[in-house]
Structures are given as structure tokens and as C-alpha cells.
């Protein structure tokens, strides 16, 4: 089992038996890439709406830089938690909303988006 099915799995066990999709929808709808093969773990709308409808632990950011040159690729590739990018403003502005309690330390530590991006290098 990878990484992302054991995430939809403990998002999906959070839920009441009637906010379950069945776990291949969970699968499909709750990831922006569906290949459950890839080691992507950004989450599509509905996917955030889930993991807060079960109460799954979360850490906000702001994140002005997340549309830069090969950022997002970066997060696809290297963050290894699941994470929401939320557009919070008519200028693109964003919040990376991370689901893992050690990535949200670590960039709270760094205090900045830029030491943070270059911190996922080394992972």
C-alpha cells in the first residue's frame, strides 16, 4: 500500500459511514493527481473539504511565492504530506495548508516560504 491510499484511508476512517464515498472514489476525487502510483499528495477541493469535514489535523501558511518557477512541481515532488494550495485573493495570493504535523513544524521553524522551498531539496 503507498503513501497516498494509507492518507485516504485514515482521512476516510475519520468520516461518518454517511459522508463516505466508496475508497476508488475517495481515491479519484480527493487528489489533484489520480495516479495513485504517483508520489503527489496535493489535495483537489474535494479532498480538503473531506479532510476537514473529519476534523484531520491542518496547518496553514501563507504562501506568496507557491506560483513560481517550478514550485509547484517542487511540492508535487518533495513534500511528503498531504497539502491543499487554497487562492485566497483576486491577486493569486495563497495558503499552503499542510496535513503533516513535522513538514508544519519544519516551516514554522524556517519562518520563511523561500528557506522552506529550498528545505524540500534535501528531503
Given at each position: 500500500m503507498?503513501?497516498k491510499?494509507?492518507?485516504?484511508?485514515?482521512?476516510?476512517?475519520?468520516l461518518?459511514d454517511?459522508?463516505r464515498?466508496a475508497?476508488?472514489?475517495a481515491?479519484?476525487?480527493w487528489?489533484?493527481?489520480?495516479?495513485v502510483?504517483?508520489?503527489?499528495?496535493r489535495?483537489s477541493d474535494k479532498?480538503?473539504?473531506?479532510?476537514?469535514?473529519?476534523?484531520?489535523?491542518?496547518?496553514?501558511y501563507?504562501?506568496?511565492?507557491?506560483w513560481?518557477?517550478g514550485?509547484?512541481?517542487?511540492?508535487n515532488q518533495?513534500l511528503p504530506?498531504?497539502?491543499y494550495?487554497?487562492v485566497t485573493?483576486?491577486?493569486s495570493n495563497?495558503?499552503l495548508?499542510l496535513y503533516?504535523?513535522?513538514?508544519?513544524?519544519?516551516y514554522?521553524?524556517?519562518?520563511?516560504w523561500?528557506?522552506?522551498?529550498?528545505y524540500?531539496?534535501?528531503?
Open positions: 503507498n503513501h491510499h494509507t492518507i485516504t484511508q485514515d482521512i476516510w476512517n475519520r461518518a454517511h459522508e464515498p475508497m476508488d472514489q481515491l479519484m476525487l487528489w489533484r493527481d489520480v495516479r502510483d504517483h508520489k503527489g499528495l489535495l479532498g480538503h473539504q473531506a479532510c476537514e469535514l473529519a476534523g484531520y489535523p491542518s496547518w496553514s501563507e504562501s506568496p511565492n507557491v513560481g518557477p514550485t509547484l512541481l517542487r511540492l518533495k504530506c498531504a497539502y494550495i487554497k485573493g483576486a491577486n495563497a495558503k495548508i503533516g504535523s513535522e513538514i508544519a513544524m519544519m514554522s521553524l524556517l519562518g520563511d523561500d528557506r522552506f522551498v529550498a524540500l531539496d534535501t528531503l
